[in-house]
């Protein structure tokens, strides 16, 4: 499985990015995905999940209100859609994808530890 995130770049504070996550996969509905950030000198850190069915979704709190996590499996990707930008949220993002039986279509994974692919990351700054 290769993952492909892009559609980072440097924004103002108060500024808007979607990241796009584009998985190589034949079922990608069979896999829930996560977004996850690393700024320098900082410890990798969950910002938020979908599970495969889309139905279900998690932020962590300091993105609660401003991000919102979206799939559309009939393109093979997950959205991040990050408004209201703040310089804390400067960090490389990475997309992550765990495949799940379906009987698990419901459930979101809030832990790296879950997560067998990872993609390259893509780089947002927020400055003024």
């Known amino acids: 499985v290769q993952l492909q995130a892009s559609g980072g770049g440097s924004v103002q504070p108060g500024g808007s990015l979607r990241l796009s996550c584009a998985a190589s996969v034949l079922d990608f509905d069979s896999y829930a995905v996560g977004w996850f950030r690393q700024a320098p000198g900082k410890e990798r850190e969950g910002v938020s999940y979908?599970?495969?069915?889309?139905?279900?979704?998690y932020y962590v709190d300091s993105v609660k209100g401003r991000f919102t996590i979206s799939r559309d499996n009939a393109k093979n990707t997950v959205y991040l859609q990050m408004g209201s930008l703040k310089p804390e949220d400067t960090a490389f993002y990475y997309c992550?994808?765990?495949?799940?039986?379906?009987?698990?279509?419901?459930?979101?994974?809030?832990?790296?530890?879950?997560?067998?692919?990872w993609g390259q990351g893509t780089q947002v700054t927020v400055s003024s």
């Open positions: 979908i599970s495969s069915s889309g139905s279900s979704t």
């Open positions: 992550s994808a765990k495949r799940i039986t379906s009987a698990y279509s419901e459930r979101v994974y809030r832990h790296d530890y879950y997560y067998d692919y």
